[in-house]
C-alpha cells in the first residue's frame, strides 16, 4: 500500500487545496480520489478537478492514534 497526495480544485469556488488516499496503486488511488474530495469539500464530484500527482508515499506497518481517540 502506498499514500497518494494529489493537488485539486474546487471549480465552483476557486478553492485549492491537496488530498492524500492509501491504495495499492495510482490507478486505484486516481479512480477513489474525487469522491473522497468531493465528500469532504461538501461539493458534488462534478464540480472537483483533481490536479498532479504530488507526493507518492510508503506506508509502513506504524499506527499513531490521536489524543480523542486513545
Do not use: Q, W
Request: aromatic share 8%; with cysteine.
Amino acid at each position: 500500500m502506498k499514500r497518494f497526495l494529489f493537488a485539486y480544485r474546487v471549480v465552483s469556488t476557486g478553492t485549492e487545496g491537496e488530498f492524500s488516499v492509501a491504495m495499492p496503486d495510482e490507478e486505484a488511488a486516481h479512480k477513489a480520489i474525487k469522491a473522497r474530495v468531493a465528500d469532504i469539500e461538501m461539493t458534488e464530484e462534478e464540480d472537483i478537478e483533481i490536479g498532479d500527482l504530488l507526493k507518492v508515499l510508503d506506508l509502513k506497518d506504524n499506527y499513531y492514534e490521536c489524543e480523542g481517540c486513545t
